[in-house]
């Protein structure tokens, strides 16, 4: 392989983000370990915990409840998303000074092709280390960066010297390091593969190796393929810049039926920050919000609100979809599943109404 044909990629990860963002904004958090996401007092899910936080086991995703125990002096924050936003916002203007080639994976974080960049710096290293400077010295947050040639290598590498490092992993290093993986790094492999693949004894890429193509796709279908590719260090998937959508949704299947509008309602908060997170990564707006509503006895009912312009607000799809629940009370049974689909994005700007055209687009 000749270096001349190599891409150059980026893929930077912000540091602990949500709490990074509420330290910096409250010099009282600063040191402390503080917990983003839902009260210990209801269901809430940690959304994420200060590095401080962590040292006591704290993770993303965990109950609330639960990271309390671990920590018990640990300060608990309602998420500002408005705040993560902007963050997010004024990364992606760091980015686009050195590429127009930026795929956002969610608010922090994304993988940038700096082949070619704007200002001719040439060497993806240096341009990942001014960058990781810019976010501290505008926005007083730290990030990692991880710099290869293709997307999975760089995004492994992003999470190897966590937080506020540089991680490079070269052509020369790639097979090496791909042997050493643990499978469940690998990309596409979720918790079931990677039981799967434990159970035949697989447990690094140097295991993954010895299988042949055919004998991968036998066990694993059609991405057996691609993880005969990915273990030799090939992922020649591009970056995307923008990707095609007609719809984007989150739900979530509850540990036990719900039956309180109170707790329904909360629900619906916490699934509109999932949505809204993802309608924020590919930098969409949907005119349509959908509730769909899963019973106990799994029969599903959807009931839909079209606005006549497009939304993004969380405030504003929350409001929607509470509203769309309550009109579809009384229940006839427990509710199993929650979820919010945003839709008809059309164009950003919506061109004039003709007239008389006014009162149909009007909210129904
Ligand atoms: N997030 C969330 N729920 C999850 C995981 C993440 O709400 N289960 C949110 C909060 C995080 C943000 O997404 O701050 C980014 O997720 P990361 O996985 O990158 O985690 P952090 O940035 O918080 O920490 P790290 O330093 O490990 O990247
Ligand atoms: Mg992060």
Redesign the pocket.
Known sequence: MSSVHHRKIIHI???????SVEQRDNPAYRGKPVI??GSPEGRGVV??ASYEAREFGVR??MPSRQALQLCPHAIFVRPRFDAYKEASRQIRAIFKRYTDLIEPL????AFLDVTEDKQNINSAIVIAEQIMKAIVDELQLTA?AGVSVNKFVAKIASDMK??NGLTFIGPSRIAGFMETLPVEKFFGVGKVTAAKMKGMGLHTGADLKKLSEAELRQRFGKIGGFFYRIVRGIDERPVQPHREAKSLAAEDTFSQDLTNAEEMHAELDRIT?LVC?RLSRYQLQGRTITLKIKYADFRIITRSRSFAGPQSAPEAISQAAKELLDSAMPFPKGIRLLGISVSNFGERNPPPLPPGAVQLLIDF
Request: glycine letters at 10%.
């Open positions: 990860d912000m540091d602990a983000f949500y709490a983003v996401g959304a994420t993303s995703a969610s608010l922090d974080e990692s966590k937080p920050g997170e």
